[in-house]
């Protein structure tokens, strides 16, 4: 799909007030239309408005948010007790997501450096960035921190939309090529595996999530039924993907080893740290526990993105509806408006820096 589509197709979502967070940098695949509606779980559902909950919340710590005008963004943190912002990369990339160290002290950044997307490391407290590809000729993008920091991988763009999967040292030097032909990647939780979406070069016809040791070798399969870009890869052998379709937004799944099933089409799916899976849906925020029961919460506004801290103590989403950015408790209550300083109907939010 041609650059210029891509960011026609952004434009839209955030329109919309729909945005995932992705948008594919493939050939559309085709989607099944089960994945219009989530399957049946075991639930056990509570709706609690999160504005009539307990006193306003006084989160802590800072979150990211990206600004976007025209076809690019500029990245701010976002103090989320005042709500004042500090500019920390321009030039960035929308289609892909900023993302903080393990430790808190970096930021992953995709940005234009030299005619093309180059990966950007930034010290969280602002100063010159460390360039991870410095190439003139490629475009590089979807950089996922390893679990211990050490290391980034990412991938790059051969020729159109054929991308191959990288490994760099979080200091800089030379990138390992690790699989060609890739589409999305995540680091598995012990940081020894890699888990991508086969591009429609690589030489299968079956959609499943691959596996590959970080450092390269043999490839395995995950045993999903489907592909995706936007992965996530929890705990357990539980994964979370995007499936790619030709329309935004994309359905998200939750594959473990004795079932898969559809979210529907939600936004911001993820992991908090003991497991449980949460994602934004219309006007509700919804978590889904290890053993499957599920707990629905309200929003006073439809969010277009949502930031968890890493500990799962507070939630920051932000509202075009509304251009208003808002902090809640984690588990619901005490949702109030921040007052960010930036054109909010065009901000995306995401994960609170570690340790906060």
């Known amino acids: 799909m041609a650059r210029q589509a891509l960011f026609v197709a952004l434009a839209v979502v955030l329109v919309a007030g729909c945005a995932s967070g992705t948008t594919p940098r493939t050939r559309p695949r085709t989607t099944s239309t089960e994945a219009q509606q989530p399957s049946g779980i ?12 307990g006193p306003p919340v006084q989160a802590g710590g800072s979150f990211l948010a990206t600004v976007t005008r025209g076809s690019t963004a500029t990245l701010y943190v976002v103090n989320a007790a005042s709500g004042a912002a500090r500019p920390l990369a321009r030039r960035v990339d929308p289609l892909d997501r900023p993302e903080w160290s393990p430790d808190g002290t970096r930021v992953l950044v995709t940005a234009r450096r030299h005619g093309s997307d180059d990966i950007l490391s930034f010290p969280a407290g602002g100063g010159r960035p460390l360039d991870l590809t410095p190439t003139r000729s490629r475009d590089e993008f979807g950089a996922r921190w390893s679990p211990d920091g050490r290391q980034v991988a990412f991938l790059s763009r051969q020729r159109q939309s054929d991308n191959y999967l990288y490994v760099v040292p979080a200091t800089g030097g030379s990138p390992l090529l690790v699989v060609r032909h890739a589409d999305g990647l995540a680091w598995s939780p012990k940081g020894r595996l890699l888990a991508f979406a086969p591009g429609l070069d690589y030489p299968i016809t079956d959609l499943t999530l691959l596996a590959v040791p970080a450092s390269g070798g043999r490839v395995r399969s995950l045993g999903t039924g489907g592909s995706g870009e936007q992965i996530e890869w929890g705990v357990g052998g539980r994964v979370l993907y995007e499936s790619t379709g030709a329309l935004l937004p994309h359905p998200t799944y939750l594959w473990t080893v004795k079932k898969e099933r559809s979210l ?12 449980t899976v949460v994602y934004g849906r219309g006007s509700t925020i919804v978590f889904v526990y290890p053993r499957g029961v599920e707990r629905i919460e309200d929003l006073p506004v439809p969010a277009d993105s949502l930031a968890w801290s890493s500990n799962g103590r507070y939630l920051a989403f932000a509202s075009s509806s509304t251009g208003t950015v808002y902090v809640a408790r984690g588990g619901g209550g005490g949702a109030r408006p921040l007052p960010v300083d ?14 906060r």
Request: hydrophobic share 35%; charged share 15%.
């Open 342 to 355: 930036l054109d909010t109907t065009h901000l995306q939010v995401f994960g609170w820096q570690p340790g």
């Open 42 to 53: 075991t639930k056990a559902q509570t709706s609690t408005a999160l504005t009539q909950v």
């Open 264 to 275: 529907g089409f939600v936004h911001d799916a993820q992991f908090l740290r003991d497991g």
